[in-house]
Nanobody, 117 residues
Framework: QVQLVESGGGLVQTGGSLRLSCAAS????????MAWYRQAPGSQRELVAR???????NYADSVKGRFTISRDNAKNTVYLQMNSLKPEDTAVYYC???????????WGQGTQVTVSS
């Protein structure tokens, strides 16, 4: 069964950096697109970044130039490097096995990122 385990969240000051990791198992990681989503209190879950099996990436406009998604297929791990963090980046961040059909996406448990002003 699909398992996604996030790590790396925490409390950071405005302008700081964090690196999230997501260890995947239970499926063929290298042939699947992976993504990071986030959900702030009172808001809908939103796509932050996505990376295809071939390494192509796309980002939400709000994080372009500050966040970088990457993957290591040898380690079955996807990363999210977050720089120049802002208070509005505060949210629970979720790793996902991406699918264009939402019902087929699979989620990790989430990791809290809090950016203090």
């Amino acid at each position: 069964q699909v398992q996604l385990v996030e790590s790396g969240g925490g409390l950071v000051q405005t302008g700081g950096s964090l690196r999230l990791s997501c260890a995947a198992s239970g499926f063929s990681f290298s042939v699947n697109s992976m993504a990071w989503y986030r959900q702030a209190p009172g808001s809908q879950r939103e796509l932050v970044a996505r990376i295809t099996s071939g390494g192509n990436t796309n980002y939400a406009d709000s994080v372009k130039g500050r966040f970088t998604i990457s993957r290591d297929n040898a380690k079955n791990t996807v990363y999210l490097q977050m720089n120049s963090l802002k208070p509005e980046d505060t949210a629970v961040y979720y790793c996902a096995k991406f699918d264009w059909s939402p019902e087929y996406r699979r989620w990790g448990q989430g990791t809290q990122v809090t950016v203090s002003s």
